[in-house]
């Protein structure tokens, strides 16, 4: 008796605890409404900052709002798919902030900042693909990861000497040549 009285009470406080964690569609509104509120307030404080400042601020607030609100999705319908957009979401709100402090720069040091912030773009949106499918629950899940994880690893590799061949452009003559030729080795690059 003590343990079915044991066993009852685990997988009711079990079901309970699933319960507790999904949002209701009034709970989700709330924090909608909360989130919308939140950006309101924050890019309104932006309102005294001037040029690129102002942008930068203006961005970090899109960004805080965009995540949250995937966020808020993710928690209201759990699946791999929304885990994944959560991920896709604070790669693009780093992007994008990232793009607006590059304009403080001129000439190459922005376009190597733009480049650079380009590459840790795509490593954030590639690794959560890899997530993604990792969470896959197929027969065929390992294939599947080897090519996501194959793909990724190309993407990266790609946006990364992008980057590199961008820091060499600030060299001339044989050690930009020498540069190049190190980030095509570095790289895997043809």
């Given at each position: ?43 309104d ?17 899109k ?79 390992s ?8 793909e ?39």
């Amino acid at each position: 008796m003590k343990t079915r009285l044991l066993m009852l009470t685990a997988v009711m406080s079990c079901a309970f605890a699933g319960n507790a964690m999904a949002l209701t569609k009034e709970e989700y509104k709330a924090q909608e409404d909360r989130i919308s509120a939140d950006y309101k307030a924050s890019r309104d404080k932006c309102g005294t900052l001037k040029d690129n400042a102002k942008d930068i601020c203006i961005s970090e607030a899109k960004g805080v709002e965009k995540v949250a609100k995937a966020e808020l999705e993710a928690q209201y319908k759990p699946s791999p798919r929304n885990t994944e957009k959560v991920a896709f979401a604070k790669a693009d709100a780093a992007y994008d902030t990232a793009k607006e402090k590059c304009d403080d720069q001129k000439g190459n040091a922005k376009d190597v900042c733009i480049k650079d912030a380009k590459a840790a773009h795509v490593k954030a949106k590639e690794d959560a693909k890899v997530v993604k499918t990792s969470a896959d629950t197929s027969k065929d899940k390992s294939e599947k990861m080897a090519d996501t994880r194959k793909e990724a690893n190309s993407e990266k590799r790609d946006a990364e000497y992008k980057a590199a061949k961008e820091r060499c452009d600030a060299l001339t003559g044989a050690a930009k040549d020498g540069c190049q030729n190190d980030a095509k080795t570095k790289y895997g690059m043809k």
